[in-house]
């Protein structure tokens, strides 16, 4: 195989971006489009000119199509990655990877006997300002971690969840804040910090009675080597604003924000890594979907797992739902 035809299942909110990753890849080509809504896959399939449909079921039965990315509301997620393997696909899936153990489980054992990559889009491991972290920490250019902190503010208000039929909604989104806004910082602070050993939550909802999952979280961290961690997020700021992290160490911090990695250290503060800046609404995503698309893609022409690994994003996922389950 030396080139990819992808197909999409789900034309939303997130589709631009992995669009994005299709088209920067030279040797992949976007074959066919499917969204439940007729317009809208055929409006993208227009742009794109590609074929669309609207039963999801011809994308997997299609013989020609390489790789599926599954861009559908979380509680989907397991049920068509299950069919796409079954149908001999190669999958890109949007996080969360799944919204119970028992989804988890059913999907790691499908792959585990499947010979196919399974992708999934934890793309803040690509950013340059998380490359140079870990690059810190593994080199121990700082010695001793001691503990870590996430703060995250976003602004999620009322017509965000009424104008879906799936968010807000327990059985379908599986949660809100933690496994839907908040995962990746999640993942992040035991990616860079080590194994977590413990972990405890408190969620809430404050601000939007209509749905039936929280909007607001807060996290203690107990990390194998003893090291503590915090972690707080809200959807109920006044705009999205940028992630903030913190790695304290006994010689120093690593810190996160506005997008640039700064390092202290015997009192001086340097500049170490900045992310690539994404424009518009949506900047606080970040650009890296691009970068962890191509790495799935490689990994499939090249026969390797890819850099993020399905058992990385279910042990992500887990770290969400062992919140959830206290």
Known sequence: MDRLKIGIIGCGTIS????DGIESFEKAEL????????E???ELARDKKCRYVTDYLQVLKDDTIDVVHILLPHYLHVPIALEALEHGKHLVLEKPVGISFEQLKQLKEKADNRSLTVGVTLQNR????????????EANELGKFI???GFLTWCRKDSYYSESDWRGRLAKEGGGLLINQALHTVDLLEYIGGPVKSIKAQIANYNHPEIEVEDTAMISYTYESGAIGSF???NNYGVDSQIEMGFVFEQGELILRDQQLYMVKDGKSELKASDLVKKGNKSYWGMSH???IKDIYESILETRDPMVTLDDAIRATELVLQCYNQ
Request: with cysteine; aromatic share 6%.
């Open 16 to 19: 631009p971006v992995h669009l």
């Open 31 to 38: 074959t066919v489009v499917c969204d439940i809504k007729e």
């Open 147 to 149: 503990s870590s902190k």
């Open 40 to 42: 809208l896959a055929k």
């Open 290 to 292: 691009q970068l962890i």
């Open 232 to 234: 707080y997020g809200s």
């Open 126 to 137: 690509f950013n340059p300002t998380t490359v140079k972290m870990k690059e810190i920490v």
